[in-house]
């Protein structure tokens, strides 16, 4: 029986098994058999083969990956777990998207705390001049969910008027080329911050404003499957989410 999944991945990204062969270090008629007889590689080669064509390892070859190895891979990918945000080392934050070189992508209802800061607003022009593809999604400030968070925090209209703070201050970057926008009208269940493969996620609590929300401290490995999930959240959200224009008179 053949290995359908490893097959549709590599033709996904464009890999062919003499390309695959030649990046791990194998002879092509084996991953000719990885393929044909759904034979699984040795666990390295799983590893670098799982992270060449961006998929889970355990989705490529169910079989051979153990539940507690997953387990352990996933506690690899935590580096820190902070109880609150406001906990967060300020300069984290920066080092982190500082050392994105492919991808920075922020999801939040309003995010503020970044939004006002210029040093912020500096670093995603440089970054994407440097060729960071950067996309933000801002919750709708109009929108059932955005309200009903108000609500929940007890701040009532508090987090709408934070979103459309977060709107004016961004204004001056709407133009810069690679540099992404959209407003989303999702139940937010955590506000994720990605900077290439690390990533913070700072849970959403009923009732508790952000700041004294737990923030995990993440980065994906090759077998990894924890990251992917937040990965997996943020695409769903941003293929839902309508391009950003900007605030008028309160209002979208």
């Not at 390309?19 to 084996?30: F, L, S, Y």
């Not at 902070?82 to 998207?97: D, I, N, T």
Request: charge should be neutral; hydrophobic fraction near 45%.
């Amino acid at each position: 029986m053949a290995n359908e999944r490893l097959r549709a991945a590599m033709l996904t990204r464009g890999l062919t098994p003499s390309a695959v062969a030649a990046e791990i270090g194998v002879d092509r008629k084996t991953v000719e058999r990885w393929i044909a007889h759904d034979r699984p590689p040795y666990r390295q080669h799983r590893h670098a083969v799982a992270a060449l064509v961006r998929e889970d390892e355990a989705y490529l070859w169910p079989t051979a990956v153990s539940a507690d190895e997953r387990k352990a891979v996933a506690q690899s990918e935590v580096l820190e777990v902070f109880p609150h945000r406001s906990l967060v080392p300020p300069e984290l934050w920066f080092q982190m998207f500082g050392r994105a070189r492919a991808e920075i992508a922020v999801l939040v209802h309003a995010g503020i705390f970044l939004a006002e800061n210029m040093r912020w607003h500096q670093l995603l022009r440089q970054a994407a001049a440097n060729g960071v593809r950067v996309r933000i999604a801002l919750g709708d400030p109009a929108s059932p969910e955005v309200s009903r968070r108000g609500e929940e925090e007890e701040v009532g209209e508090g987090v709408a008027f934070k979103v459309r703070e977060a709107m004016k201050l961004y204004r001056s970057l709407y133009a810069v080329e690679g540099i992404e926008f959209r407003s989303h009208c999702t139940t937010l269940h955590n506000s994720l911050y990605r900077a290439d493969s690390e990533w913070l996620v700072n849970t959403q609590v009923y009732g508790i404003s952000a700041p004294m929300t737990p923030v995990l401290h993440l980065k994906r490995i090759a077998a990894g499957t924890l990251v992917n999930t937040y990965e997996q959240s943020f695409e769903k959200v941003w293929a839902e989410s309508a391009p950003l224009r900007e605030v008028a008179s309160g209002s979208r």
